[in-house]
């Protein structure tokens, strides 16, 4: 049926196109002939060239079905005369493969099926050649091929699934979203692109606006609640044709979802809590937890706990965990089990942010809260936080200043003792009575050296099951002043005075007094002369009133050569009980001055004000001093030592060396260098080389211990045993001599060290090699074979080649 509607549709379009096209062909036809007919006589008439065909537009069905190429419209020319002369030319978009045209009669075809979504027209260019010459027998005209709509798209939304939200209890037509949707039809031709919007799912719930396609709430405040159902799906279905039959349909699925309002109270989840909490607790330890529930989520189940009423009003605090949204009872004030043991309070509930339209008398909750203070054992506790003692820093040794007091505050009552915290008194000054409490001195005191002590007091709870508790509390002691430190100058006042002056008249000096004691109405001091001595006739002072005095002059004329300084005691006296006094010296120097009484020249004595090398100059000439005597003292030392000549040169430690002798001779017939013979009568030689030796590093002060002796006997069970081939008696000799040697460097206390090796070239006895000396030997060098020596290694491969060579190879 669908099929038969479109066909009969596209035939009426058809047929309508024809007719606008030759209605349009006839129309400009006889435009022109009105204007040839309508000009004035005798006028000249301009002549307008007429095309051979008029057309400006075809129009073209879309979405053919048929099996032939879809005629269009025929192109027709007034030079075709019908003689095939006449050849058509088409151009332009889709020319020659969208667009034919028979080239002999001007029958324009479409090749292929058209859709008018994708392009709504075309334009070409017709023109009418000869066949013959290719010559344009018509100019080239332009004109337009408009497809015509059918119903061939379906609506589409712009989302395929929409996401909507609306508060819970709205009122009935409340708007929540809307949903749009398009058809690629063309909107100006019939009713295919004009859509009507429908529910097809989430009736009662909602309904739709079928022309804008606003959804809106269906139902009342009472249907809509989020706590019985939050979301919902919606099916919106979109029709052209105007929802009329036979029109395209699309969907579209809306979830939507209702906001929280706040529209519920929260409520305890019980009525009576019970918590328990130790009397010991501090203030802000929590207590416990309580909890009420609220159907409402986020902001609109946010709550707060107050507590209302009960006894432990002020005792307890409660504030909301904001993670949770539970309540924390806390402490705020401190427990005392034997004082109350129990509280009772009411707890109330309410959101934080209350929504008006939904505010009743029950949008509050009450709770009953009963905490139990748990009993402890306690530690004394003291009448008073701190402690003030005050004592004149005159008391006696063991005058009491005060007393503590503390109490066990269980139900015990047990006893309690005292004693101060040593570590708060270090020099044992105080000591406190450890049955009452009172507190008294151990030491003398000052106050001007300490004016406060601040000593900690314990108290004990002494226990027969366990063991005491203890608490402390600060004691501070002020000492008072007692007026016991006489009053001095403030300073060492020196001045000088002028050889030629008035009597009187002349103030050479303003003195003041400083007083170590703090009296309770101020400093008062009383300045006056020493009654002794003769400076009374020289000077004279003047009490100020003001705690100063001035220093005037009683001659007239001072000699500088006579007396060039003076001393004038002073005494000073405080004004407090009991009264203290001292005497200061001012010194007074005799000095010449000018007509305005400017200082000139003094004595020999300057004044401590006047220029000079100050403290800090002095020692530092002193420390140059120091270092260049130091310097001095170092280059002697190191100009004596070179000049010496140590046997023993090494820079190493001395119990390292070996003292070597190491002077090369000439040879055998070298008799200058060395005297053998001297080890062939070592007993001819003995006295004279112990006169004789002396070590060339120190000067002996001491001589042997033991007189040098000869060693009698054999040195086959000695330090030596004599070299085979040698004669007895010069071996003996040298055995003899070597241990002579070893026996004065044991005996001599200015021999080298203990540890030092005394080196003496002799090979002893049981040598393989035997004696390498060729003194004493029996046998010459021409009876001598060496070849030997090429048997006893690497050592001696040099010696073997020296020994065993013959006396050609070095001719």
Not at 240 to 258: H, P
Request: proline share 4%.
């Amino acid at each position: 049926m669908r099929t038969i509607i479109l066909a009969i549709f596209c035939v009426l379009c058809l047929g309508l196109s024809l007719d606008a096209l030759s209605l349009n062909g006839q129309r400009t036809w006889r435009a022109n002939r009105k204007e040839a007919a309508a000009a004035p006589r005798g006028e000249k008439l301009l002549k307008r060239v007429r095309r051979g065909w008029m057309w400006n537009q075809f129009f073209l069905q879309e979405e053919y079905t048929g099996s032939d190429y879809q005629y269009i419209g025929k192109l027709q020319s007034d030079q075709d005369h019908g003689n095939g002369l006449v050849k058509y030319v088409l151009s332009g978009e889709g020319a020659g493969t969208i667009f034919v045209i028979d080239e002999n009669n001007g029958d324009l075809h479409a090749t292929r099926r058209l859709d008018r979504e994708e392009k709504a027209f075309y334009i070409l260019k017709a023109t009418v050649v000869n066949k013959r010459t290719g010559q344009k027998l018509e100019p080239e005209t332009e004109f337009i091929i408009k497809l015509h709509d059918i119903n061939d798209n379906e609506p589409h939304f712009s989302q395929e699934v929409y996401t909507g939200t609306v508060p819970e209890r709205s009122d009935i037509g409340t708007s929540v979203i809307q949903v749009t949707a398009t058809d690629a039809d063309d909107g100006m031709y019939g009713n295919s692109a004009k859509l009507v919007y429908s529910i097809s799912q989430g009736h009662p719930y909602f309904s739709v606006d079928p022309n804008t396609g606003v959804i809106r709430t269906a139902l009342g405040p009472g249907d809509m609640d989020r706590e019985q159902r939050e979301n919902y799906q919606v099916v919106i279905e979109a029709k052209d044709m105007a929802g009329q039959r036979g029109g395209l349909t699309g969907t579209t699925m809306v979830n939507i979802t209702l906001t929280d309002v706040n529209d519920n109270p929260p409520r305890f989840t019980q009525s009576i809590y019970q918590f328990r909490v130790p009397e010991s607790s501090k203030s802000g330890t929590p207590v416990g937890r309580i909890r009420a529930a609220d159907k409402d989520v986020g902001k609109n189940a946010e709550m707060y706990f107050t507590i209302v009423s009960g006894d432990g009003l002020d005792t307890f605090d409660i504030f909301t965990d904001k993670a949770t949204q539970e309540g924390v009872i806390t402490v705020s004030k401190p427990l005392d089990y034997e004082k109350k043991p129990s509280y009772t309070v009411e707890i109330q509930v309410q959101n934080t942010q209350i929504d008006p339209r939904f505010m009743s008398a029950g949008s509050k909750d009450m709770a009953t809260v009963r905490i139990a203070v748990e009993d402890e054992d306690e530690p004394p506790l003291f009448d008073k936080d701190s402690y003030l003692m005050e004592v004149k820093e005159d008391a006696a040794v063991g005058t009491a200043l005060g007393s503590v007091s503390a109490i066990d505050p269980d139900g015990a009552r047990s006893i309690v003792k005292y004693a101060i915290d040593r570590r708060t008194d270090m020099d044992h000054l105080f000591n406190v009575h450890p049955e009452n409490g009172s507190v008294f001195l151990l030491k003398s005191l000052d106050r001007e050296e300490a004016a406060w002590h601040n000593i900690s007091v314990i108290a004990i709870e002494l226990r027969k099951s366990v063991g005491g508790g203890c608490f402390h509390v600060s004691v501070f002691i002020h000492l008072l002043d007692v007026n016991d430190n006489a009053p001095t100058f403030a300073t060492v006042y020196e001045t000088f005075v002028c050889e030629r002056t008035k009597a009187g008249q002349v103030r050479i000096q303003t003195v003041s007094a400083v007083d170590a004691d703090e009296p309770s109405a101020g400093h008062k001091f009383f300045f006056s002369l020493a009654p002794e001595g003769t400076y009374r006739s020289n000077f004279t002072i003047r009490d100020n009133g003001d705690s100063t005095a001035s220093i005037l002059t009683r001659r007239a004329s001072y000699s500088r050569l006579q007396q060039s300084m003076y001393l004038v005691p002073v005494v000073i006296t405080d004004g407090d009980f009991p009264m203290q006094s001292s005497t200061g010296t001012l010194t007074v120097r005799v000095c010449t001055c000018d007509r305005e009484g400017n200082m000139e020249l003094c004595n020999a004595q300057p004044l401590s004000s006047a220029p000079g090398l100050s403290t800090g100059a002095l020692i530092a000439i002193l420390l140059c001093a120091i270092i260049l005597l130091m310097i001095v003292v170092l280059f002697t030392a190191l100009k004596r030592q070179r000049k010496q000549e140590p046997l023993i040169i090494s820079k190493e430690d001395v119990r390292d060396n070996v003292v070597s002798y190491n002077d090369e001779g000439g040879g055998e017939e070298d008799t200058q260098a060395f005297d053998i013979g001297a080890l062939r009568h070592p007993q001819s030689t003995a006295i004279l080389e112990e006169s004789t030796k002396q070590r060339r590093d120190i000067i002996p002060t001491d001589t042997l211990l033991y007189a040098p002796y000869r060693q009698h006997g054999s040195c086959s069970s000695g330090l030596l045993m004599p070299p085979v081939g040698v004669p007895s008696r010069d071996n003996g000799d040298v055995c003899e001599f070597i241990n002579q040697r070893v026996l004065d460097n044991d005996c001599n206390p200015t021999a080298p060290p203990y540890d030092s090796l005394a080196t003496y070239a002799y090979e002893g006895a049981g040598s393989v090699a035997e004696s390498l000396s060729s003194l004493g030997s029996m046998s010459s060098e021409a009876d001598q074979d060496y070849q030997y020596l090429s048997d006893w290694g690497p050592r001696f491969r040099k010696l073997a080649d020296l020994y065993g060579a013959e006396d050609s190879d070095f001719s």
